[in-house]
Each structure stands twice: as C-alpha cells, then as structure tokens.
C-alpha cells in the first residue's frame, strides 16, 4: 500500500470512528440501553493528587465522572447526612430514571441496610480512567448484592458493597489494599481489573491475610500468585490454546502474526502463550508487531504480515492500545483471518470494525447466549434493560463465590479457607463457581465470532461460535 493510500485509508477510518462513536454515545444515552458494552471512548489520565478518601465509597460521594441525575445527587447528600430514608426514595427515583446505573444500585442497598449489622465486601474498579469497564463489573456486583438482599441475606444478615477508584493504577491499587487491609469490616475484594493492578495489589493482599477475586484479570503471572488472590476468569493460557486450536484445527491455518503491547501485562501474557500454543499445534509465528511503539504502523504492519506469509493476524492489544488494533482491522481489508482476546470484545469494535471485522474470532470467558441453562441472562435483562457482557457475568460470579464463603465462615481466614475447600462450589452465571490451589477457575473459554445482526444495535453482534 502507497503512503498515500494509507494516509487515505486511516483518514477515512479516523472520520468514520468519530462519526460512529459520537452517534452511538448519543443513541445509548438517549435510550438508556446496556448492551454487551458500553461504547469505550479514550480513558481519562489518572488523577494522581486524588485523596484515596476520595477514591472509597459506601454511598455518601459518586465516583462516576460525569454528571448524574439531580435524584442521584440528592440521594448521595443524604447517604452522606446519615438520612438514610431520604436516601432511599432519591436512589430509588434516580434508577427509575436510569436504570442501567450500578453505582446507584449499590448505594441503595447500602442505604436500606444504614447503621444495622452488615457483611461488607469491596469492588476495586478503575472507575476514574475507564468507567465503562467498571460499570460493567459493578453491575455484576450490585446484580448479587441486590439478589442476595432481597432474599433476605447471608444468614439473614444483609451484605454492604464498597466501591474503590483504584484508576488502573497499581501504585494507587496497593495504597487501597492496605486501606482496606487496615479495616477489619472488610471480609472480601472484588477485583482489581487489569493484571498489572492485581499483581501490584495482590502483594498487599497476600501480607494483609484478605481475599481478592478479580474478575477480569488473565495473566498467566496471577496462577499460584498468592493464596488470597483469585479470579473467575480463565487465565491466558486457556485462550491462546483454544485460538491456536481453533486456527490450526478448524480453519487449517499455520501461520499467523501477532500485534501485542508489550508495556502490559496483560498483552504479554497473552501473545506469549498464544506464540507457544501455536507451536505446540504445529503452526509459527511468523512476526510480532508492538502496538505500544510510537512509530507504529497499521498498514505497513499488515503488509509486512502478507509477505512473510501470515494467514492469521492476532491481535491482543489493551485498553490502551485498542484503537491501534481496529486500525489494523480497517486496512486489513479482510485479506488475513482476524483472531483477537477479550480486549477486543467491546461495542467500540463492531461499531469501528463493522464490515471489514465480520469473521474475526475472539476468546472470552462467557457469552449471554453461550449458557442456555442459566436463568442469569434473563435476569440480567430485567434488572439493566439489556443484554451484559462477560464482565458483569464474571464479577456476578466473584461477588457470589464470596457471599457462598461468608456464608461457611463470615472471617477474613473463614473465607479464604472455604473458596481453597475441596468441597466449595456455588452457582453463577455460568454454571458452577469452583477454585484451584492456583486460585484459577475451573471453566472453558468461549469462542464468539463477529457476524451481521442487530442485537448490539450496531448491525453488527458477537455471536458464539457453535
């Protein structure tokens, strides 16, 4: 391709993204419809002079940047006088209003359980930098509380949800352990979200004697890392084997090149056991292009895959360098079959992908339609107004593996004791919840592939591959 051409291609590119996200966040406001994830614009820089007073709440302050309804405002300075009565008639008007909103889900079930006697978890969520992500790890979380509640409780005692703006930040995740480390009403955390953040947070974790279940978070590095430190999500390893199956098994392609960041965890874990998965089925590598790197090039990259041979190109960016990798997609043209991790599955890829995206194969730890046994789809449905994504599921799960074990035994060592229980199972979205030694899950990855729909509203769905 020319440098002309490609100047041309990623202006066109450029344009339609803005048009595309710039309509979609006005639709999906307008509408206030959750479907598998909310549009993901670029993620705010931290905001590191935060006071960590300011970045921990029960409900007396948002940690939602944006604005919010005027009920919500009312019902969070209420929460905060202690006026828990007027707190729950504003909450209560605010998600008649938005119903999609977890945050004010949580601080509603906070504010009916007021001064009485409580369980109390924590959600450490990189709320101030990628709010979307956290929206749907806390609606997992509220989803389970709120269930949990209404029926009455743990042993009829009710459970508080704390929320934590850990930013992504692993500096800021280890100064939020050691808070909550330091307070002795905390039985469990749910998260963190990226790898990077759990590993960091996980050493605080692990000293402090109290249990983290990340929903989110699949490096090979968190397997046997601690054990107070859990996931829910298979770790990378279970979906670079399943890719490098899938590629060499079922669409009879060997060779294949990767697009990775190698400044994340996360990425690295990925493209280094999806290297040696391809490998081991008797497929290679035939190169690896950094998406972290300044002077990287989408079309040249693509090019350069062609005539080394690839048939496949990988792509395994973060949150990030996402944008890098839908560049790839575009001028990619549907010459190479496209294979992608988690990252990949957000509504921002089909709605920058569309066309040039269908076929594309991405990993993920649970699809709404890849479980039709579970009653979770459904009630999920009722409660947000629309479809969820893995995430939520997967912090469904994590929020109800720890109301299972505080259900055995409500200390911090009780807890951890029950999820490490040859004996331990409870039901989640998608089936069975049970650990390992490691503090992995046992469960399979899902393979979705993109196809032409309308369930996302985009005209284009994850579907799960049959």
């Known amino acids: ?220 590095k968190i397997s046997n890392f601690s054990r107070y430190v859990f996931r829910t999500v298979p770790s990378d390893f279970m979906a670079a084997r399943t890719l490098a199956n899938y590629m060499v098994k079922t669409l009879q392609k060997k060779n294949a090149a990767v697009f990775f960041n190698s400044e994340s965890n996360y990425s690295q874990s990925l493209k280094s056991e999806f290297v040696s998965s391809v490998s081991l089925e008797g497929g290679q590598i035939s190169n690896e292009f950094d998406l972290s790197q300044a002077d990287f090039s989408a079309a040249k990259s693509v090019e350069q895959a062609i005539k080394q041979g690839a048939e496949v190109l990988m792509l395994v960016p973060n949150t990030n360098t996402q944008d890098k990798a839908l560049q790839v997609i575009q001028v990619n043209q549907k010459r190479l079959i496209l294979l992608g991790g988690d990252n990949i599955y957000t509504v921002k890829t089909l709605e920058i992908g569309t066309e040039q995206a269908v076929g594309m194969i991405v990993a993920v730890p649970w699809h709404i339609a890849g479980n039709l046994m579970s009653d979770f789809p459904q009630k999920s449905r009722q409660l947000w107004g629309g479809d969820v994504s893995w995430r939520t599921a997967t912090s469904y799960d994590a929020t109800v593996a720890l109301i299972a074990a505080i259900e055995r035994n409500p200390t911090r060592s009780g807890v951890q004791q029950a999820l490490l229980s040859s004996d331990f199972s409870a039901t989640g979205a998608s089936g069975s919840i049970r650990f390992l030694a490691s503090g992995d899950r046992i469960a399979p990855v899902q393979l979705v592939k993109i196809v032409p729909g309308s369930r996302s509203r985009t005209g284009y769905d994850f579907e799960p591959v049959r």
């Open 1 to 220: 391709m020319s440098q002309k051409n490609e100047t041309v291609v990623l202006s066109l590119a450029l344009l339609l993204t803005v048009g595309i996200v710039a309509t979609g966040v006005w639709w999906f406001t307008r509408n206030g419809i959750v479907i598998s994830n909310t549009i993901k614009e670029k993620s705010p820089e931290p905001k590191t002079n935060v006071s960590l007073a300011d970045r921990i709440s029960f409900g007396e302050k948002t940690l939602t940047p944006g604005e919010i309804t005027p009920s919500k405002k009312e019902g969070i300075q209420a929460f905060a006088s202690k006026n828990y009565y007027q707190a729950i008639a504003s909450l209560e008007a605010s998600l008649k209003a938005r119903p999609n909103d977890p945050e004010a889900l949580i601080y509603l079930n906070n504010a009916r359980i007021g001064t009485s006697q409580s369980y109390t978890i924590f959600a450490s969520v990189p709320m101030g930098t990628d709010p979307n992500t956290s929206q749907e790890i806390l609606r997992g979380i509220a989803q389970a509380q709120n269930f949990i509640n209404a029926s009455g409780g743990i042993k009829k005692v009710p459970l508080k949800v704390g929320i934590a703006n850990d930013d992504n930040n692993p500096e800021i995740s280890q100064k939020i352990a050691a808070n909550l480390v330091n307070n002795p009403q905390v039985l469990g955390v749910v998260g963190p979200n990226a790898s990077d953040t759990t590993l960091a947070a996980g050493t605080v974790y692990n000293s402090g004697q109290l249990v983290a279940i990340s929903p989110t978070s699949t490096s090979v």
